[in-house]
């Protein structure tokens, strides 16, 4: 499986680490300028702190580097490009990915490494860097509970007198200076590139307050100061950026388990030039070769996508497909990098390796997934780039009301900093990737690949889901069960000659067919002229005579004998001359789950159809066996036109998501307006489709529009509360009824509440919807 994502095939795409990024303006605002470069199209993640960015020919990754740097932003390229790899300056240079987990890990920044040309105020912004987030947060901590007793309690009042202001003063201007830095070097930053972001009005309203106090200090004002207002802020804000980077990287959790799931080394056969003895060599698994043979011993991991060609084992697969009962396997059968040998020593043949494996290609599935915007967030991202100068000017026109209305500059000032400090865009810029983030992990641990946000509006909307039967239903592996000859003919010479002309096939029902010839060591005989009648059947001439393998249109006539022989599976015909000779009857076992995920459907408000090329009565046996109305069997479809069958759904008025796993089911997953591939499918299925479900098991498409409509109404709830927060919190605070340490406190609380909402999708069970 190597699901991919289309683009125009001259345009190539990048992904980009960026740093300095604190809020949805700064987000909206790289995006913003990316796009405006002729061919690019950008979509900027604040919670992953990652820019996928689609570009033509004559546009390179370093320029659309020099893009963010002139935005005020860090960029580093990822995806393996060492020699193409660039970073602004003050960034690092080595691999992102490292950085990412040391800053999300621990909480604090990369090393920063300045070439020789640094200004000096990269080299300042790189020495104040070099101290922790958490650090920073418990130095604030410290120094802002004294402050809040000085400024609040009487008695110190009493104790202190004139000395207590200036005591405030030097406990307080470590907290607003130090470990208010962050705040201040981003704000001074995109000041110098005529921007502002949410550290703008967090830096000014804390400068304000910070400084109005100073000047008063020093000039001997004996009211109120505001010195633990700069003090509270600050904290709380750091607790709270603190706090959403630990619930961001619980929420990437899962897709770091996917990137850690493969092995690291592997035991490889190598034959001695000399001796010509075989031997094993312990190597690193990026230098594992397509075709080598490695050895896979009890409790080790597959180290790559492979066929056993000697041992019998049974592979733990839940941490790649969700799958929870162990598989047997042995020689012939492929086994996916990543799964776990429970027991027995395994001999494996590398088929895929590096990117081209299944691990490889789920795991960039669920990349491009989180870095992706679902359409709901495109509202939140128009007005988070108008969102910061209106509360500047909104801001200023609160000082200035207060103070023309009679009042005194410290309740102006009051009311002013307040403004600044509640209106946060954080939370708006967090409502989608955070749910995004968390809703694809739970997803990959449970099988389920949700190609892009996008896709999530469109499982609101389904109300109709249509089946393949074979391989989606049942279990894709056919068994002949009967061989009916006509006349004189015998039961061998009739599967002799039917398999004879399925060798050439790859149809399942062909598979069947030959598999139950060689089992019963009947030799085939040799071919000429073979015709695949797709949908139909086979043609081939066997000594001079042409035989005809498939359905019964395919012949003049059908002796009566054989006519009925189609009651237990789906039959074929043997015959030549135009007259059908024997019936053999292949039978698809169903899923042992398939009945209970029809139960599972119709509880999420959907209508399942079965849609088949076999005949009616197989078709309606199965129908009856998973519990689908016998009207919603749609029987005898050529493969051609299952896509024209899906269309004339919708054409009814219906939204229609389509489940299959087969080459002819490629154009009806591209038809419907929501397409499930499983992931045990052919390539073609899979790229076809919106969802890709790598356990086979028709309970992962419940789990997956259950899942996709879960992560859709988080958004929305994130949305709503983000809006709502400042609909409410900024009037408020323009009018005074909000304190500017509650107003602190207030803005770090929404962007904590809208990550520890969307954490609540890791949660998800499969019976929620």
């Known amino acids: 499986m190597t699901p991919s994502t289309s683009t125009r095939t001259t345009d190539q795409s990048v992904d980009l680490a960026i740093g300095g990024m604190t809020c949805a303006s700064c987000s909206a605002r790289i995006e913003r300028k990316l796009n405006k470069v002729d061919g690019v199209q950008a979509s900027v993640n604040l919670a992953t702190e990652k820019a996928h960015v689609t570009f033509p020919g004559g546009v390179t990754p370093e320029d659309l580097v020099k893009v963010v740097q002139q935005t005020g932003y860090t960029a580093t390229i990822l995806g393996g490009q060492a020699s193409a790899r660039a970073s602004a300056t003050g960034a690092t240079g080595a691999p992102a990915h490292e950085h990412e987990h040391d800053a999300h890990d621990h909480g604090d920044p990369a090393p920063v ?10 080299r300042a912004d790189a020495w104040m860097s070099r101290a922790s987030l958490r650090t920073r947060a418990q130095v604030a901590v410290a120094l802002s509970i004294p402050v809040v007793l000085l400024a609040m309690v009487p008695w110190f009042h009493h104790a202190l007198g004139g000395s207590r202001p200036w005591i405030e003063l030097v406990l307080t201007t470590p907290v607003a200076v130090w470990a208010g830095w962050p705040f201040h070097r981003a704000a001074a930053i995109n000041a110098r590139h005529g921007a502002s972001t949410m550290d703008t009005l967090v830096s000014i309203g804390v400068s304000a307050a910070y400084l109005w106090s100073v000047v008063a200090t020093f000039g001997g004002f004996t009211g109120h100061l505001y010195f633990e207002v700069a003090a509270v802020v600050i904290t709380f804000l750091l607790l709270g950026r603190l706090a959403e980077q630990r619930a961001r990287t619980s929420g990437r959790s899962a897709l770091t388990s996917l990137i850690e799931l493969g092995a690291k ?7 001695d030039p000399t001796s010509r003895a075989t031997h094993e060599v312990r190597i690193p698994v990026d230098q594992l070769q397509v ?8 409790g080790e991991k597959v180290a790559t996508d492979g066929v056993v060609v000697e041992g019998r084992s049974a592979l733990d697969r839940s941490l790649v497909t969700g799958e929870s009962v162990p598989v047997e396997v042995g020689p012939g059968d492929e086994v996916t990098g990543g799964t776990v040998n429970t027991h027995g020593r395994l001999l494996v043949r590398a088929t895929r390796v590096g990117a081209d494996t299944t691990l490889a290609g789920i795991t960039r599935l669920v990349e491009a997934a989180q870095t992706g915007k679902a359409p709901v967030q495109r509202l939140a991202d128009r007005i988070s780039a108008v969102f910061v100068p209106a509360v500047l000017v909104i801001a200023a026109l609160t000082l200035i009301g207060w103070l023309v209305t009679g009042h005194d500059v410290t309740a102006a000032l009051s009311a002013a900093v307040s403004v600044l400090v509640v209106a946060c865009p954080c939370a708006l810029g967090l409502a989608t990737p955070t749910a995004l983030l968390a809703g694809t992990g739970r997803g990959a641990e449970l099988g389920v690949l949700i190609k892009g ?6 499982t609101r909307r389904v109300d109709t889901i249509v089946l393949d039967k074979t391989g989606t239903l049942t279990t894709g592996t056919a068994t002949l069960t009967s061989v009916v000859p006509a006349g004189r003919l015998t039961a061998t010479a009739a599967l002799q000659a039917a398999a004879s002309v399925e060798a050439g096939s790859e149809h399942p029902i062909a598979l069947a067919i030959v598999d139950a010839a060689q089992r019963r060591g009947i030799e085939l005989r040799p071919l000429t002229d073979f015709v695949n009648l797709p949908g139909s059947g086979a043609r081939a001439s066997i000594k001079g005579t042409e035989v005809t393998v498939g359905r019964a249109a395919l012949f003049d006539s059908v002796p009566a004998e054989l006519a009925g022989a189609d009651s237990t599976g789906t039959t074929v015909y043997v015959g030549w001359g135009g007259v059908a000779r024997a019936a053999l009857t292949v039978s698809d076992e169903v899923r042992t789950t398939s009945r209970e995920a029809i139960t599972r459907f119709r509880e999420l408000g959907l209508t399942p159809y079965l849609l088949t090329g076999d005949n009616s009565r197989t078709a309606a046996a199965v129908g009856q066996q998973v519990g689908i109305d016998p009207q919603h069997v749609l029987s005898d479809v050529l493969p051609a036109d299952k896509h024209a069958a899906i269309r004339a759904l919708e054409e009814q008025g219906k939204v229609v998501a389509m489940v299959g796993d087969g080459i002819n089911d490629a154009a009806a997953l591209a038809q419907a307006d929501l397409g499930l591939a499983m992931g045990t499918g052919t390539d073609v299925a899979i790229d076809s ?16 529009i259950g899942l996709s409509r879960r992560t859709l109404r988080i958004i929305k709830q994130n949305l709503a509360w983000a809006f709502g927060y400042n609909l409410v919190a900024i009037p408020l605070a323009v009018f005074g009824a909000l304190n500017p340490m509650v107003s602190g406190a207030a803005m770090a609380a929404s962007s904590v509440i809208v990550v520890l909402n969307s954490l609540r999708l890791k949660a998800f069970a499969r019976r929620d919807g």
């Open 113 to 122: 490494q300045l070439p020789d040309d640094a200004s000096p105020w990269a």
């Open 291 to 298: 075709g080598e043979v490695f050895v896979v011993r009890p």
């Open 689 to 704: 489709a919106d969802i890709v479900l790598v356990r086979p098991d028709l309970l992962a498409v419940a789990d997956a």
């Open 265 to 271: 080394d592997v035991a490889v056969q190598r034959i």
């Open 453 to 458: 946000p996008e896709i999530l509006e469109s």
